[in-house]
């Protein structure tokens, strides 16, 4: 099983308390109608010290925000790097990113990608690198929209099976890295990594043509791509990976 009860919570706190930080709504501990479904969740995270309370209303604390800034940093990552491997041509080892900046518009990006010889190897890339296969499908949900917190009774949609038996069944069925090969792997990933600077290379020369920040801008940019050079080892994972998020 890939998605266990623990990840499970993990990913329905990791939503709780980004709505709590970045959302408008101010969720009651008082009934307050499709809200009240989220208590049992509200009373667990208030329990670990994940969320406080401040007169009515539920708050993330010191130590939440803490875990999502944490989530936030590896959702980066997943967006600059595990995401280029959602599209990709494994018989001749093209990646469908590789012509990102080439189209002018979203629909002539989506007719591209959605190619179907393109494969989506994320998860392989995940496991091979030891990270856990259903947090980067929660996080490609998010990248989706698949967690709409304005939709009407989003919150029995967080609390029921059925989005996360989706997660299950993505990950039971995509590609495993034994069936690319050991080498294929090292491979591909090691592609991979030289795409996505390539591709912060070129994203940040566009921004230095939209803003005028001079050499400030030059100094951000450096870092960032300082940043992901260790990527370049296939079996290199950032240590943000490796903190857990909660200790229920």
Known sequence: MFVTDSNKKTFQSIILLNELVNGTHKYSTIDNGDDKLLEPLFVDLMSHG????????????AKGIEV?????????????LYDIFSFVDLEKGEFAFS???????????????????????RIAVALFKKLDPAEIVFMSF?????????ANAWQMDLLSNDIWGQIERI??????????????????????????????????KRQQQNNDQGNATEVVE????????PYYDPFYVSPIWLLPLFLW
């Open 50 to 61: 994940y969320i406080e309370v401040k007169g009515q209303y539920y708050e993330a604390s």
């Open 99 to 121: 012509q990102y900046f080439d189209f002018d518009t979203d629909q002539e990006w989506d007719n591209y990608k959605n190619d179907q010889r393109f494969d989506d190897v």
């Open 171 to 204: 990950c039971a069925t995509a590609i495993k890295p034994e069936e690319i090969g050991d080498d294929a792997m090292k491979d591909m990933i090691e592609q991979g990594a030289d795409l996505m600077m390539k591709l912060l290379e070129e994203e940040n």
């Open 222 to 229: 450096e870092e960032t791509v300082e940043y992901y050079q």
């Open 68 to 80: 999502l800034n944490i989530f936030m940093k590896r959702y980066t990552e997943y967006l600059k």
């Open 142 to 150: 998010i990248n989706e929209g698949r967690f709409d917190t304005t």
